[in-house]
């Protein structure tokens, strides 16, 4: 039910703290600050990982690779699954297949982790709906437990998601060697703090629906950032597209020049997302380069990062600062937020956008 809530993709939205707590309980051990990923795969023992999806659950495991590559030096590849399944991918044994998937139906997710299990590849599925198709085709489930998702623009589910693929970053990292126990404690720890920012990030509800005002006026809408956030530039654009049909571009901010600069003027909000992390200082230079040419930029960051941003930005969000563990948890309410009021700024059918289904069980 949607409570004292307009749409379901509101109140999935505000319900990503409390069901991150669920999933992050399933994968922690709380009390020993251990990650502990249900299962019996040694991590150790992997050459390679493949990450199959589609859409919003795609964008989860590109984040994914970021962490597990970072953390478990544990090459991670991840195509989306319609691709994947018809090109005839080279497929090594000692290798994992990660279907990632909300339904756990969608037909090409599904076609794409039977070519990679008739080759004799291990398999697991992070699913929500746990008594789905794919998850009864793979030797490992771990479900999400963020609770039916009823919006069709996903938005807990991929939070629930992401934080699945940190404790299985920290788990492929202590099985590899990787990280000593009080590293491994103090990762726990932060990933614990994810529900507290979470929530905090939801609270910039009222400054974002400002910026919606503006945002809806606009034809296009251009999302950037580097590393984990050029993934998330891809999610809000997504978002944005899917439920307002307002034309956005995500783009890994430093392709800024081999194209996307071209479509810059001071009618395209130019979104940024650039918490304090290793690629600041990049992300903050391209912000200053789309200024130069008239581009209206909304920068999102965190404290940190505020105090650092360029002057200039035609709006700055302060989400709260986190490591970067869990940065992209935390950004992921603002660009929610903003393609929710811009949709309902714009009358438009929220939870149901046309020609989109939940659940993509034909290719
Ligand atoms: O159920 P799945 O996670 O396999 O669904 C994949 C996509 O269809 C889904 O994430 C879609 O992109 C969402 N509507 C995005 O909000």
Same mark, same amino acid.
């Given at each position: 039910?949607?409570?004292?809530?307009?749409?379901?993709?509101?109140?999935?939205?505000?319900?990503?703290?409390?069901?991150?707590?669920?999933?992050?309980?399933?994968?922690?051990?709380?009390?020993?600050?251990?990650?502990?990923?249900?299962?019996?795969?040694?991590?150790?023992?992997?050459?390679?990982?493949?990450?199959?999806?589609?859409?919003?659950?795609?964008?989860?495991?590109?984040?994914?690779?970021?962490?597990?590559?970072?953390?478990?030096?544990?090459?991670?590849?991840?195509?989306?699954?319609?691709?994947?399944?018809?090109?005839?991918?080279?497929?090594?044994?000692?290798?994992?297949?990660?279907?990632?998937?909300?339904?756990?139906?969608?037909?090409?997710?599904?076609?794409?982790?039977?070519?990679?299990?008739?080759?004799?590849?291990?398999?697991?599925?992070?699913?929500?709906?746990?008594?789905?198709?794919?998850?009864?085709?793979?030797?490992?489930?771990?479900?999400?437990?963020?609770?039916?998702?009823?919006?069709?623009?996903?938005?807990?589910?991929?939070?629930?998601?992401?934080?699945?693929?940190?404790?299985?970053?920290?788990?492929?990292?202590?099985?590899?060697?990787?990280?000593?126990?009080?590293?491994?404690?103090?990762?726990?720890?932060?990933?614990?703090?994810?529900?507290?920012?979470?929530?905090?990030?939801?609270?910039?509800?009222?400054?974002?629906?400002?910026?919606?005002?503006?945002?809806?006026?606009?034809?296009?809408? $251009?999302?950037?950032?580097?590393? +984990?956030?050029?993934? !998330? @530039?891809?999610?809000? %654009?997504?978002?944005? *597209?899917?439920? =307002?049909?307002?034309?956005?571009?995500?783009?890994?901010?430093?392709?800024?020049?081999?194209?996307?600069?071209? $479509?810059?003027?001071?009618?395209? +909000?130019?979104?940024? !997302? @650039?918490?304090?992390? %290793?690629?600041?200082? *990049?992300?903050? =230079?391209?912000?200053?380069?789309?200024?130069?040419?008239?581009?209206?930029?909304?920068?999102?960051?965190?404290?940190?990062?505020?105090?650092?941003? +360029?002057?200039?930005?035609?709006?700055?969000?302060? %989400?709260?600062?986190?490591?970067?563990?869990?940065?992209?948890?935390?950004?992921?309410?603002?660009?929610?937020?903003?393609?929710?009021?811009?949709?309902?700024?714009?009358?438009?059918?929220?939870?149901?956008?046309?020609?989109?289904?939940?659940?993509?069980?034909?290719?």
């Amino acid at each position: 039910e949607k409570g004292n809530y307009r749409h379901f993709m509101e109140k999935e939205i505000h319900d990503q703290p409390e069901g991150c707590q669920r999933t992050i309980a399933a994968y922690v051990d709380t009390l020993g600050g251990r990650v502990a990923v249900p299962g019996d795969l040694d991590f150790a023992k992997l050459e390679r990982v493949q990450i199959v999806a589609c859409g919003t659950s795609y964008i989860a495991g590109v984040i994914g690779r970021y962490l597990i590559e970072q953390l478990a030096d544990l090459p991670v590849d991840v195509e989306i699954a319609s691709e994947f399944r018809y090109r005839d991918p080279a497929i090594r044994p000692a290798s994992l297949v990660i279907a990632m998937s909300q339904s756990g139906e969608t037909a090409d997710t599904l076609a794409a982790l039977r070519y990679c299990t008739e080759r004799g590849m291990q398999s697991a599925a992070i699913v929500n709906a746990t008594e789905s198709t794919i998850a009864r085709e793979v030797d490992v489930v771990w479900p999400i437990h963020c609770g039916p998702e009823i919006g069709v623009a996903s938005t807990k589910a991929f939070t629930a998601q992401v934080s699945v693929l940190i404790s299985i970053a920290i788990a492929a990292a202590k099985a590899r060697g990787r990280l000593s126990e009080a590293e491994e404690q103090r990762l726990v720890k932060v990933l614990l703090e994810a529900p507290r920012l979470i929530a905090e990030a939801i609270g910039l509800e009222d400054a974002i629906r400002d910026i919606a005002v503006e945002v809806s006026k606009a034809k296009d809408v $251009l999302y950037l950032g580097r590393g +984990p956030m050029s993934a !998330l @530039a891809l999610e809000g %654009a997504l978002k944005l *597209k899917e439920i =307002s049909y307002i034309h956005a571009e995500g783009y890994a901010a430093g392709e800024l020049k081999h194209g996307p600069i071209a $479509l810059v003027d001071d009618q395209t +909000p130019i979104i940024i !997302l @650039a918490p304090f992390d %290793a690629w600041f200082e *990049k992300s903050a =230079s391209n912000m200053s380069e789309v200024m130069a040419r008239g581009g209206q930029v909304v920068f999102i960051t965190d404290t940190e990062g505020a105090k650092h941003a +360029p002057a200039g930005a035609k709006v700055v969000v302060t %989400a709260p600062s986190s490591d970067p563990l869990i940065s992209a948890l935390v950004m992921s309410a603002p660009i929610q937020l903003l393609a929710y009021h811009v949709a309902v700024l714009k009358g438009a059918d929220v939870d149901q956008p046309r020609n989109l289904a939940k659940s993509v069980t034909v290719e």
